[in-house]
């Protein structure tokens, strides 16, 4: 007789799967990022590149932000001080030309890996929300609701009110709307330059992407991007806010 007894099981081994070589499994991955990628694109944050010298010194020509694009889905609207990118409102853009762009940059810019060239998009200050009155006379302060704003973040040189005429106002924001402006105030086409136009330079809440929290991009400028403290002093809310 043998070694194994009569009657007893049979010994069963569990089948060891062949493991699929990595460049099978490539394709799936990288479809998985893809898809990832488009979500957060579509839902979270996106990247955005620094077109013009309009917000220095707080962002440079260059500078990639990423924009947080979920909390406008919870019905969070732009406040005071926050750093926003909003689709041209109007024209606003224009005269300024589209970069050009291959293929490749388009794709990644489809799903979110790269800012894209092709979007019309802005990025200034919200100075002024829906029922705030924003005034400027001489070279400054600029006035939210009467309260005077303390902005060290403007370009040094420049003053808080440009003198020329589109400088000088003084206005009410609709309820949904933004009153917006460039922290370089001599070289920003913002809200102030388009008040003769249709929309009188306000900004629809529904325009807005989202806020920039934080430059991204280059690594020795990675820095977040806070509400200034002269946007939460009191009173500036007006009456009863």
């Known amino acids: 007789m043998g070694d194994v007894a009569v009657g007893a099981p049979e010994t069963r081994y569990p089948k060891v799967r062949k493991q699929r070589p990595f460049w099978k499994e490539l394709p799936l991955l990288v479809v998985i990022a893809l898809l990832l990628s488009l979500l957060i694109k ?3 944050l996106q990247a955005f590149s620094i077109p013009s010298e309009s917000m220095q010194n707080t962002l440079q020509k260059g500078d990639r932000v990423l924009v947080d694009k979920l909390t ?3 019905g969070s609207e732009p406040e005071r001080g926050e750093v926003v990118v ?3 409102p109007g024209d606003w853009l224009k005269n300024e030309p589209t970069p050009r762009t291959n293929a490749v940059q388009k794709a990644l810019g489809f799903i979110g890996l790269m800012p894209s060239a092709e979007d019309k998009d802005l990025i200034k200050r919200v100075v002024g929300v829906g029922g705030d009155t924003v005034e400027c006379a001489g070279r400054g ?3 939210v609701n009467g309260k005077a704003l303390d902005e060290p973040y403007v370009f040094p040189g420049n003053t808080a009110c440009s003198t020329d005429p589109d400088g000088q106002f003084k206005v009410t924001v609709p309820s949904g709307h933004l009153w917006v402006m460039g922290d370089h105030r001599q070289a920003s086409g ?3 330059y388009h008040q003769r136009e249709p929309g009188a330079g306000m900004v629809p809440v529904d325009d807005v992407v989202g806020r920039a929290v934080v430059v991204a991009w280059p690594v020795g400028r ?5 509400v200034p403290a002269t946007f939460g002093q009191a009173g500036i809310g007006g009456p009863g806010r």
């Not at 990675?222 to 806070?226: A, F, H, I, T």
Request: charged share 25%.
């Open 42 to 44: 579509t839902f979270l």
């Open 72 to 74: 406008p889905w919870f």
């Open 86 to 88: 909003f689709h041209d």
């Open 141 to 143: 302060p600029l006035k």
């Open 190 to 192: 913002d809200s102030r």
């Open 222 to 226: 990675l820095d977040n991007l806070p």
